[in-house]
């Protein structure tokens, strides 16, 4: 079973930037399309950014313009560059399949604080 590692998280004030690390222990990376998701304090977690097998990218429209997704096949790692940070994008950050199901699990995610 794969495993998913998020990392880079912080408290950072608004207007800040992070980026975040997401490393996979095999090959997800090679057959899936891939996505960041965050929860929020009291909220229900949504996907955020993501990017399929071709490379194409989609965000979230409260991210677009301020966020990055991108991928590093050989070191079986995503990245999410994370810019213009806004209170409203403190929470926890996960990686995971775009089409995930019960049979991959989340990660321990990395927390993101923006102070204003």
């Known amino acids: 079973q794969v495993q998913l590692v998020e990392s880079g998280g912080g408290l950072v004030q608004a207007g800040g930037s992070l980026e975040l690390s997401c490393a996979a222990s095999?090959?997800?990376?090679?057959?899936?399309?891939m996505c960041w998701y965050r929860q929020a304090p009291g909220k229900e977690r949504e996907w955020v950014a993501c990017i399929n097998l071709a490379g194409s990218t989609t965000y979230v429209d409260s991210v677009k313009g301020r966020f990055t997704i991108s991928r590093d096949m050989t070191k079986n790692t995503i990245y999410l560059k994370m810019s213009s940070l806004k209170p409203e994008d403190t929470g926890v950050y996960y990686c995971n399949k775009r089409f995930r199901t019960s049979r991959d699990p989340w990660g321990q995610g990395t927390q993101v604080t923006v102070s204003s």
């Open positions: 095999g090959s997800i990376f090679s057959f899936n399309a």
